[in-house]
């Protein structure tokens, strides 16, 4: 990985191995969204029951095809939707301790060798070309270094008529690129779903953050919790205003990728490059 790779890597392992050793941040999350907190998933983004329920249409998956879960985290969303879909799984993120939780975790969600993860990085994730039938990347996009080659990674990846959800937001009074920049990565923007509470939740829980800054301080460490309040300070203004929206991008029948990946592979985790998690 290339040392901004290597920080930002080191920056979630901290973070993830910190909330592992607390309930507070689940509470604060459940205490943001409310009635719509999945809490099972538990998630460290805005992914709430709606959110799952938009997704899990917008597949428009077949039981035993392969999801891949882009930006995982722990895991939650994407062993949800592999029970809820009847899915395979392949989940990957940059956080090698996240990928230790994420594999933990497969056991309470579906039978074994249905779901694998592995360390990568959204634009070099290093999986065969058209090994995808769907693909979720939730609040993980904007840690790409170049958003442009990971959305073109993510295509790539993707089976014939496979579809990416991502989450993407957008400033006051920008315009969007959606259409553009799904059509550079070979992808058609079939859907653009609007989240109108996702800002709404995300002030909530700054100032959640905020309001319980010492607290996280004593359960999850000074640097953990510095980069939690230095985040709630930086975003809270720029929220107002703000829209938030869940894509969804598919790839087109007749692309050149071809079928031959993603209709051959029997398992998640079985593909000869593939890394054990360390």
Excluded at 67 to 87: F, H, K, Q
Excluded at 104 to 126: Q, W
Aim: a neutral charge; aromatic letters at 4%.
């Amino acid at each position: 990985m290339t040392p901004q790779a290597d920080q930002l890597a080191a920056q979630y392992d901290m973070l993830h191995a910190a909330r592992a050793r607390t309930t507070l941040v689940a509470r604060l999350y459940a205490e943001a969204m409310g009635d719509d907190y999945p809490e099972e998933v538990g998630a460290s983004s805005s992914c709430d029951w709606p959110l799952l329920g938009l997704i899990t249409a917008r597949l428009r998956m077949r039981p035993g095809q392969l999801l891949v879960d882009a930006g995982c985290g722990s895991g939650g969303i994407g062993l949800w939707l592999a029970r809820a879909l009847a899915v395979r799984l392949l989940g990957f993120d940059i956080s090698p301790v996240a990928i230790e939780q994420a594999t933990a975790r497969r056991a309470s969600f579906v039978p074994e060798g249905r779901a694998a993860f592995r360390t990568a990085r959204l634009d070099a994730t290093s999986l065969p070309t058209g090994l995808a039938h769907g693909a979720v990347c939730v609040d993980a996009f904007g840690r790409a270094a170049d958003r442009t080659t990971a959305l073109r990674e993510l295509g790539r990846i993707l089976a014939p008529d496979g579809r990416l959800l991502l989450t993407r937001g957008l400033k006051p009074g920008a315009q969007p690129a959606w259409e553009a920049q799904a059509s550079a990565a070979g992808l058609i923007l079939d859907h653009v779903d609007e989240r109108p509470a996702e800002p709404a939740m995300w002030q909530r829980l700054y100032r959640l953050w905020i309001d319980h800054a010492d607290e996280l301080r004593r359960e999850l460490g000074d640097a953990p919790a510095r980069n939690m309040l230095t985040e709630a300070h930086r975003m809270l203004p720029a929220l107002p205003g703000r829209r938030a929206v869940l894509l969804t991008l598919r790839r087109p029948a007749t692309s050149p990728a071809g079928p031959g990946a993603a209709d051959t592979m029997t398992g998640p985790g079985r593909h000869p490059d593939e890394r054990t998690p360390q």
